[in-house]
């Protein structure tokens, strides 16, 4: 350990409330400790681990973002070089670390931030000496689940060290509030009992913290972005309303809850079970959702040309087939008063379009401040003589919008977005021509693919008014007409509704890639003497690469903060010490941030300006998420005061461990006595049976439940398989997506013939949610007599029609799986692990090659002479020559119908049926009486597809 001296000078650089949880994390060997938003997690962070950057000790920090492991292994470094030799620097272990350099860091000792997936399979495999640890620091404890890999080596620890403490912390406190993962259940996980919760209404936070020298600024909204923002939000409640009718099911489905990022984790957490057999209109909603949500932030954050530019760009993405609130009277109201923020009402039909650029209102806003801030340095000297004005926004993008605008004035910005948007009026009129030209022949339901959709603006010339002149469209016309010709050689896909998110974003890439290298030909001037800006972005590499702008007595610095990067901007606050800070956008972190800088620097001046629009979405958002972390701290407080905690559930006296092992005793392990020890009383165990495990599938939590049942782990590479339950045994796990992409990729087809290669018992095991319900056929499909290939519920027919010694298992989920694999564990001998990784490889130990599927029913000759079909026409030629070998009635134009036999069809409805409604832990069977064609058939029409 280091010294007293040191540790109290660096204690001295906390807050007084700081210093008591500080206190508190060291007293109490175990707790977990939640703070608000931007009370200085980090450093609280630094001051522990730096206890512990010893060689006598082993620490071991997990569940750490890469920014925020950055950042504080930055900290902790500077703090040893200030130490002096008897600082041990931290180390970082993750998987492009040799298994040997993994062992030698743990040896060291010290402080090491280790991945979960690493650092469980290290302990499994004996390379991190659990006994020897001095404990874990678990990082952001609210996203700790009972199923998490860092659940799995909490408890590897706790059963090893009983010594060992456990600390968590969090700065979330509103991830403990959700039903599914709910404070009680995270403190079960963490093995911890104690809880400590600092709010910001707490008294030691609100007694150090003293009130901000503030000046909020709430900045109207112009009549045209407040019909948009009303159009916006009409949209939004009718898309929600929409999807609550199609999805009864879906909870925490609100307007409010929809203008947070955090609402596309929590609809699409609900939609995943069941999201392959939503409806495209389903989909498209939820899509929809976040493009309201985007189109929001942007015209808040963006200017009127961008924000217009944006809009022209979805109307083009879906031409073809417009989503429904592209077709509602919002949306008219939307692009009707976007279109005004940029071009002038026509007073006559064949009038000219006349440019009226509206600025961005707080662009005004921030000119006055600074111009205040200006002669406020010039009036009082005590600022310094070069003080710091710093500017925080929500995205890069709008820092490097206000960078131009604080270089080259407002006016210039604007005038450059309108040529910009010319130029991407060109290119939209090209892919325009090049969609029509494209346009599908078949008669749709529809009385048009783009009805309802309103027509872009003619190519007549702009003109700006006022004094700034007029900007003609000729010259860009001229430049452009190149790119026109290149763009009209460019094939466009044709798409449908059901690709339509995927064909907008090539739309967007296509009209973004077009416009690169265009700034040279906008008319800026080199010589023109122009102020610098610094930008510091998220990236903590470049995160201080910029150059300043002089601005009277002062220099401005543009910081973008995004969400959970609070480290970050603490330290740009500690680098740059401004005296002025503009939150050009509202975040509730930062605030707090300045206030703790603030207080940490009693003597320097600081001012804040605030800037919200008032009555605005943004305005709504910062309130609610006030709201929501007040609620969450309050159910904390409730939750505190009436609950009842197991008095071992920290596991320090072994009672939880034991009983652990006692209710998941596996099947064979059980207790026996023996005369040879005691006399009888004392008791004797059995070998724990052992289970082989694929490295990758520690990404799931399969494992850990296994281990629970007193299973031992062995983690391999595994070529064939994913768990190998004895030499004879092998399971490939598949969720329902992974099902259908495997099918429809013919993965799944290679894994079944290499497991019934080599082994004698192939198992593919399915797994789905028991609270969920699915199917395996979509909403517009239906059992009938005939087998389509493109149908899930055909092709796994087919499949064990093919291969009749496969075994279908169908889990309700991990916890049923992990007794399925208990079960199968009855009277099955140990699998050899060194042998279950080899098989698969050659004699180099090179991994066979699969891709060619139609190697095991084509002879070698036929394949030399052939040289392996790789076109559709030589796929389909020799698909047809299999079909007239099984049966003289298959044609081979019907292909896809195939068999035809009535026997065959019969067979495989039954099958189907059988297919469509599981039991749990049933094992489905193929008959006996099942053609051997249906294997060949099976893998040439995967492959078909492939292709």
């Not at 949880?21 to 997690?41: H, K, M, P, Q, Y």
């Not at 001037?525 to 610098?532: F, G, H, M, R, S």
Request: hydrophobic content about 40%; aromatic content about 8%; glycine content about 6%.
């Amino acid at each position: 350990m280091a010294d007293g001296t040191a540790q109290d000078d660096w204690q001295t650089r906390l807050l007084p409330f700081q210093q008591g949880i500080f206190s508190t994390l060291v007293s109490e060997a175990d707790c977990l400790v939640v703070l608000a938003r931007g009370l200085g997690l980090e450093r609280l962070l630094v001051s522990l681990l730096r206890l512990y950057c010893d060689p006598r000790v082993l620490v071991i920090v997990l569940n750490v973002d890469n920014l925020q492991r950055t950042l504080l292994m930055e900290e902790l470094s500077l703090v040893g070089m200030l130490e002096g030799d008897s600082f041990l620097p931290p180390s970082f272990v993750n998987s492009d670390t040799s298994p040997e350099e993994r062992r030698d860091m743990y040896l060291r000792g010290g402080v090491v931030f280790a991945t979960s997936r690493c650092f469980v399979l290290d302990m499994l495999t004996k390379r991190a000496p659990a006994h020897l640890l001095t404990g874990i620091v678990v990082c952001n404890a609210h996203r700790v689940t009972p199923t998490c890999n860092e659940a799995f080596i909490l408890r590897l620890f706790r059963h090893a060290n009983r010594e060992g403490f456990i600390k968590a912390l969090t700065d979330n406190a509103e991830g403990f509030t959700g039903n599914s993962n709910a404070i009680d259940r995270v403190l079960k996980t963490l093995w911890l009992r104690k809880l400590f919760f600092v709010p910001r209404f707490h008294v030691d936070v609100m007694s150090s913290l003293p009130k901000l020298e503030m000046v909020e600024h709430k900045v109207a909204l112009t009549p045209n972005m407040m019909q948009i923002q009303t159009a916006i939000s009409t949209i939004m409640s009718t898309l929600i309303g929409e999807l609550k009718k199609a999805r009864p099911e879906i909870q925490d489905v609100t307007f409010e809850r929809g203008l947070f990022a955090s609402f596309d984790v929590l609809l699409r957490r609900q939609l995943d079970p069941v999201w392959h057999t939503l409806s495209h209109r389903v989909k498209d909603m939820v899509f929809d959702l976040r493009t309201m949500r985007d189109l929001s932030v942007s015209l808040e954050q963006t200017d009127a040309v961008s924000f217009y530019q944006y809009l022209q760009s979805l109307k083009l993405s879906q031409s073809q087939s417009p989503s429904p609130w592209m077709l509602s009277d919002a949306s008219d109201e939307l692009f009707l008063h976007a279109r005004h923020r940029v071009f002038k009402k026509k007073e006559k039909a064949n009038s000219e379009t006349t440019v009226d650029l509206e600025m961005h209102p707080k662009w005004a806003v921030l000119r006055r401040v600074l111009l205040e801030v200006d002669e406020d340095l010039v009036k009082k000297g005590f600022l310094g003589e070069r003080a710091s004005i710093l500017i925080v926004c929500s995205s890069s993008q709008t820092c490097a919008q206000l960078e131009e605008f604080l270089q080259f004035g407002a006016d210039f910005v604007l005038k450059r977005k309108l040529k910009r948007y010319e130029l991407f009026r060109q290119r939209a009129n090209a892919v325009s021509s090049g969609l029509a030209a494209q346009q599908p022949r078949y008669s749709s339901s529809r009385s048009g693919p783009t009805a309802g959709v309103k027509r872009r603006e003619s190519g007549s010339p702009i003109t700006v008014a006022g004094a700034a002149g007029a900007v003609s469209a000729a010259s860009s016309a001229s430049q452009g007409g190149s790119q026109q010709k290149q763009q009209g050689g460019n094939a466009v896909p044709q798409t449908t509704s059901m690709d339509r998110r995927g064909r907008r974003k090539q739309l967007q890439q296509m009209l973004t890639d077009q416009q690169m290298g265009e700034d040279e030909n906008l008319g800026i001037d080199d010589e023109e003497d122009v102020a610098e800006v610094e930008v510091v972005n998220a990236d903590p590499v470049a995160a201080f690469d910029a150059c300043f702008r002089p601005l009277g007595q002062g220099t401005i610095t543009l910081h973008a903060h995004a969400s959970g990067d609070g480290a970050l901007f603490a330290r740009v606050l500690r680098d740059v010490c401004p005296s002025v800070v503009i939150l050009y956008d509202p975040h509730l972190a930062c605030l707090r941030e300045i206030e703790v800088f603030k207080s940490s620097r009693p003597g320097q001046p600081l001012r804040l300006y605030f800037l919200m629009y008032d009555a605005s979405l943004q305005e709504q958002r910062y309130l609610s998420s006030i709201r929501y972390e007040k609620q969450a701290f309050e159910y904390l407080i409730a939750f505190k005061g009436g609950a009842a905690i197991q008095t071992d559930q920290d596991g320090r006296n072994g009672l939880r461990q034991q009983y652990e092992e006692m209710a998941f005793l596996a099947p064979g392990q059980e207790l026996k006595e023996s005369t040879r020890l005691a006399g009888g009383r004392a008791q004797e165990r059995t070998v724990k049976p052992q289970v082989i495990v694929d490295l990758r599938e520690f990404r799931s939590s399969l494992p850990m439940l296994v281990h629970e049942r007193s299973i031992a782990l062995e983690p391999r590479t595994l070529v064939v398989g994913d768990y190998v339950i004895s030499p004879n045994m092998c399971v490939e796990r598949k969720s329902l997506t992974d099902l259908v992409g495997s099918l429809a990729s013919g993965r799944l087809y290679n894994q079944c013939v290499a497991m019934s290669r080599f082994y004698k018992t192939p198992i593919l095991l399915l797994e789905f949610d028991e609270q969920k319900a699915f199917s395996l056929l979509g909403s517009a499909d239906a059992l009938s007599g005939e087998v389509e290939f493109r149908n899930t519920m055909s092709k796994l027919v087919l499949l064990v029609q093919g291969f009749p010694q496969l075994r279908l298992l169908w889990s309700r989920g991990p916890y049923a799986t992990a007794e399925m694999f208990a079960e199968l564990k009855k009277h099955q001998p140990e699998p050899d692990a060194d042998h279950a990784a080899t098989i698969g490889l050659d004699d180099e130990g090179i991994q066979r090659n699969s891709c060619i599927i139609l190697s095991h029913f084509v002879s070698p000759a036929q394949i030399r002479s052939s040289r392996t079909p790789t076109t559709i026409r030589q796929v389909h030629k020799l698909f047809c020559d299999v079909c007239r070998a099984s049966t003289a009635r298959t044609s081979a134009s019907s292909w896809r119908t195939f068999p035809t036999s009535r026997r065959w069809r019969s067979s495989a409805l039954r099958s189907s049926r059988r297919l469509s409604a599981p039991s749990t832990g049933s094992c489905c069977t193929t008959s006996s009486t099942t053609r051997p064609e249906a294997s060949k058939l099976f893998e040439l029409m995967v492959f078909c597809e492939v292709l």
